[in-house]
C-alpha cells in the first residue's frame, strides 16, 4: 500500500500497532497490510524500548507546545484588546466591533485555559468510549512484521489508534496484556499525523498568528480604503443598526411618554448643540436620520456640522455636489463599508482633495435618492479636519 | 512599540486578524460541544434519537440548528464527532449545510438587518431555502457510502455498535468526563483552526488584493443589472468574503445595487460554502466530495433563487 517508512519515524510503534488491531477487525483494509510487506530486519532491529519511550516523550512534548501555542493565541488577543489596538488605528475601523470584543476576550482565556488543564491532566487516564472494539481480539501478532507494516499506513488510516498505555515497545515483542480501556493525553488521542507533522502545524500556526500580530498596521492602506470606498459608495440604505440610532433612545421615550410626538426641544435635550449653535452629527448619525420619519420632520434646515472623508459625488454627479463618507464596521474590519450622504454647495466647488478629512459645517435637508428619502448636507463651509480620534463614541 | 505604516500588503493582514479573532471563539466553541459529545455521549445514541427511517431523519437534521444554533465554523468540529458517533451521513451533511441558517440567532439577526426591507419575506426564504437545499444535499451525499466522502482518518474513528456497546459498560466518573472532553476538545480546535487560519489567509488575500480592485468593481457593478448574473455574482462575493452567517445579512442588507433574489443567493451559499469552508470541510470529506459539494451547492441555490425572485419584492429588471 505504502512504502515502507524510514527508522526515524518508528517511535510511533506503539500507535501504529494497536490501531492496526482494529483496522483490521474492522475494515478491508486487511489484505494490504497483512501481507504487503515483509519487513526488513532493519526495521525490525530498530523497534526497540527506547523508541516507545521517544514516542511517549514526543506526545507529552506536543501537548506543552500545544499549550504554549493556546496561551499565545489568547496573549496576543489579551494584548490586543487591552491596548484598545483592537480598536484599531483609523476611525470607525475596529478589527472586532462591540460584543465580538468580548467574545475574543473570553475565547481567548478558555483557550489558555484549556491547554494549561490539559497539559496537567496528561498523564491522568480516563475511560475511552470509543473505537475500543478489540478487547476479544487477537493481540498476540508475534512476529515484528505487524509493526513494519504498521508504519506503512501511518498517515493514512492510523489517525484513530488507542493505544497502549505504557507497554508501547510490547508492540513488537508481543505482550498485549496492555489495558484497552484508558488513555493517557501523552498517548493517545494524538494520532493526527506523525509527530513532526504536528509540530509543523503548529509552528505555522503559530508563525502565522505571531506575524499578524507585528506586521498588521491596525488600518487599511488609504488605496484599499479609497478602492472599497469606491466601490461601494452609494449602495447603502435601509434602516438604521442600534449603534446608529439617528435620534436617542431617550428622546423617543420621552415623545412617546408625553404623546407630544417628537420635538426640537427633546431633541436638544439629548444631543446637545456645541457653541455655534450646530449639532454635532456623525456621519453615519446624519445618514440614517433620514430613516426615521419624525426625526427627519425636526432635523430639517436644523444647522449641523459632521466631520468624514470626502470625494466627489458620482452616485448622483452635478457640478456642486461633493459626498462625505465614513467606513463603518459591523463585526469586523474585513466587513467595513462606507456610509456616505451628498454634500451640496450653492456655488462652485470650494478646492478639496479627494479622499482628504474634513469638517462640513451647514444645513441638513432631506431628498430622495434612489426612491429612499437621504439626508442632503446643504454645506456653508468645508475645513480640512483632523481624521475624529474615535467616531464610534458619537453614535 | 511603532505601528507598521499602512501598506498594501498590510490590508492583508489587518484583514486577516481580524477575521481570525471574530472566528476563533466559535471554533472553540465547537470543539467544546464536539469535546462533550464525545465524553458523554454514548456511540450510536443518535440512532435512537432520530427517526429510524432515512427521510424523516434527514428532514429532522435539517431542524436540528434549532435546538443547538451554530455558525458554520462551530458547526464542523461537531458533525465530524457526531459522524464518528454514528450520525447517518445524510443526517450528518443536512445538519452540517442547514444549522448555520435554520437556527434562531441567524433568523433574528437577519430580520433585523432587513428590517423596513420586506424582513419577514427575506427571513423566511432565507430559512426555507437552506433548509430545503440542505436537506437536498443530505438525500444525494446519503445515496454514497461513507468510504467514498469521508476522510480516512475520520472514517477510521467511527464507532462500531460493538464498541458502543463496550463503552456502556465501562463507567466514568464526571471527572474523567470532563478531562476527556477537554482533550478532544483540544485536539478538535487544533485541527480546525489550522485550516480555519489557512482558509482565513486566502479570503484575505483575495478581499483586500483583488476583489476591490477598479476595473472587476465596474464589471460587479455592470453585472448588478443582469437579470441572470446578479446572483452568481453575489454568491461569488459570499464565497470570497468568507463572512459569518450570524452577521452576513448586516452586510448585504444595506446594499441597494444588488435585487433581492440575488442577496437571497448570497445569504443562502455563503454559510453553506466558502473560501474558510473548504478548509473547514476538508477535515470531514474527501477533497473530490468538496468539489461536487460546491458545484451542486452552487446550482441548487441559483436555480432556487431564480424560481422564488417573483415572490421577493423588488424584483431584477428583466433582460
Redesign the interface.
Given at each position: 500500500m505504502k512504502t515502507p517508512q524510514p527508522p526515524h519515524s518508528h517511535a510511533s510503534c506503539s500507535h501504529g500497532c494497536s490501531h492496526d488491531h482494529k483496522h483490521d477487525h474492522k475494515h478491508d483494509h486487511h489484505d494490504h497490510h497483512d501481507h504487503a510487506h515483509t519487513p526488513t530486519p532493519a526495521t525490525a532491529a530498530t523497534d526497540s524500548p527506547e523508541s516507545s519511550d521517544d514516542s511517549a516523550w514526543n506526545q507529552q512534548f506536543l501537548l506543552f507546545l500545544e499549550m504554549l501555542v493556546l496561551i499565545m493565541i489568547a496573549a496576543v488577543i489579551a494584548y490586543f484588546i487591552a491596548s484598545g489596538r483592537i480598536d484599531g488605528a483609523a476611525p470607525n475601523m475596529p478589527y472586532l466591533q462591540g460584543y465580538f470584543k468580548i467574545l475574543a476576550l473570553i475565547g481567548g482565556l478558555a483557550l489558555a485555559v484549556m491547554g494549561i488543564f490539559n497539559f496537567l491532566m496528561r498523564r491522568r487516564a480516563v475511560g475511552c468510549s470509543h473505537d475500543h472494539d478489540h478487547h476479544d481480539h487477537d493481540h498476540s501478532h508475534s512476529h515484528s512484521a505487524d509493526c513494519s507494516h504498521s508504519h506503512d499506513h501511518d498517515h493514512s488510516s492510523c489517525t484513530h489508534d488507542h493505544s497502549h498505555q505504557k507497554d508501547a515497545a510490547t508492540c513488537c515483542s508481543h505482550d498485549h496484556s496492555h489495558d484497552h480501556s484508558t488513555e493517557t493525553a501523552a498517548h493517545a488521542h494524538h494520532h493526527h499525523g506523525s509527530p513532526m507533522g504536528r509540530a509543523a502545524a503548529l509552528l505555522f500556526l503559530s508563525g502565522s498568528i505571531t506575524a499578524a500580530a507585528v506586521l498588521t498596521p491596525d488600518e487599511f492602506s488609504p488605496r484599499y480604503m479609497e478602492q472599497k470606498a469606491r466601490a461601494l459608495m452609494g449602495r447603502s440604505n435601509g434602516a438604521a443598526p442600534e449603534s446608529a440610532a439617528p435620534v436617542p433612545a431617550k428622546a423617543l421615550a420621552d415623545a412617546t411618554a408625553t404623546g407630544s410626538g417628537l420635538t426640537l426641544a427633546l431633541v436638544e435635550k439629548y444631543q446637545p448643540r456645541n457653541k455655534d449653535g450646530n449639532f454635532e452629527l456623525g456621519v453615519m448619525q446624519l445618514y440614517y436620520s433620514g430613516s426615521d420619519e419624525e426625526y427627519a420632520r425636526v432635523m430639517k434646515d436644523q444647522p449641523v456640522e459632521t466631520i468624514g472623508q470626502v470625494v466627489k459625488d458620482e452616485v448622483v454627479p452635478g457640478a456642486n455636489r461633493l459626498r462625505v463618507f465614513v467606513l463603518q464596521v459591523t463585526c469586523c474590519a474585513a466587513d467595513a463599508r462606507p456610509y456616505s450622504i451628498p454634500v451640496v454647495f450653492d456655488g462652485p466647488l470650494p478646492e478639496y482633495q479627494e479622499m482628504g478629512w474634513y469638517k462640513i459645517t451647514g444645513t441638513v435637508n432631506y431628498a430622495d435618492e434612489r426612491g429612499v428619502r437621504t439626508a442632503v448636507l446643504k454645506a456653508s463651509s468645508i475645513t480640512p479636519s483632523l481624521r475624529p480620534k474615535d467616531q464610534r463614541a458619537t453614535f | 512599540m511603532s505601528?507598521?505604516?499602512?501598506?498594501?500588503?498590510?490590508?492583508i493582514?489587518?484583514?486577516?486578524?481580524?477575521?481570525?479573532?471574530?472566528g476563533?471563539?466559535f471554533i472553540?466553541?465547537g470543539s467544546?460541544v464536539s469535546g462533550l459529545i464525545?465524553?458523554f455521549l454514548?456511540?450510536r445514541v443518535m440512532d435512537r434519537l432520530l427517526p429510524k427511517r432515512g427521510l424523516p431523519a434527514i428532514l429532522a437534521s435539517g431542524l436540528l440548528g434549532i435546538i443547538f444554533p451554530v455558525c458554520e465554523c462551530a458547526i464542523v468540529p461537531v458533525i465530524r464527532r457526531l459522524v464518528?458517533?454514528g450520525l447517518p451521513l445524510g443526517c450528518a451533511m443536512t445538519y452540517m449545510l442547514a444549522a448555520p441558517i435554520v437556527n434562531p440567532i441567524v433568523a433574528l439577526s437577519t430580520y433585523?438587518a432587513?428590517?423596513?426591507?420586506d424582513a419577514g419575506m427575506m427571513t423566511s426564504a432565507r430559512v426555507l431555502l437552506g433548509y430545503s437545499i440542505a436537506v437536498l444535499a443530505g438525500i444525494v451525499l446519503s445515496k454514497f457510502g461513507a468510504a467514498r466522502l469521508l476522510q480516512?482518518?475520520v472514517?477510521?474513528?467511527?464507532?462500531?455498535p460493538?464498541?458502543?456497546a463496550?463503552?456502556a459498560d465501562?463507567?466514568?466518573s464526571p471527572g474523567?468526563?470532563i478531562?476527556?472532553a477537554?482533550?478532544?476538545?483540544?485536539?478538535d480546535?487544533?485541527?480546525t483552526?489550522?485550516y480555519f487560519?489557512i482558509g482565513v489567509?486566502i479570503a484575505?488575500v483575495a478581499?483586500?488584493q483583488l476583489f476591490?480592485?477598479?476595473g472587476l468593481?465596474a464589471s460587479?457593478?455592470n453585472i448588478a443589472a443582469n437579470h441572470w448574473l446578479a446572483a452568481p455574482v453575489l454568491m461569488l462575493a459570499a464565497f470570497i468574503?468568507s463572512?459569518?452567517s450570524t452577521?452576513d445579512a448586516?452586510?448585504i442588507?444595506?446594499?441597494?445595487?444588488f435585487a433581492a433574489s440575488a442577496k437571497l443567493a448570497f445569504l443562502v451559499f455563503g454559510p453553506m460554502f466558502d473560501m474558510k469552508l473548504i478548509f473547514l470541510y476538508s477535515t470531514v470529506l474527501k477533497p473530490k466530495v468538496i468539489f461536487w459539494l460546491a458545484l451542486g451547492l452552487f446550482l441548487a441555490v441559483y436555480l432556487a433563487t431564480m424560481a422564488i425572485e417573483p415572490a421577493l419584492s423588488s424584483p431584477m429588471p428583466r433582460p
Open positions: - | 505601528l507598521p505604516p499602512p501598506s498594501q500588503h498590510g490590508d493582514w489587518v484583514a486577516f486578524l481580524s477575521i481570525l479573532l471574530e476563533i471563539p472553540l466553541i467544546l464525545d465524553a454514548p456511540a464518528q458517533k433585523s432587513f428590517q423596513g426591507r480516512p482518518r472514517l477510521a474513528g467511527i464507532a462500531s460493538e464498541s458502543s463496550a463503552a465501562s463507567p466514568q474523567d468526563g478531562v476527556r477537554l482533550r478532544t476538545a483540544q485536539q480546535f487544533m485541527d483552526v489550522l487560519v489567509g484575505s478581499q483586500t476591490y480592485r477598479e468593481q460587479i457593478q468574503l463572512l459569518c452577521t448586516f452586510i442588507a444595506a446594499d441597494s445595487l
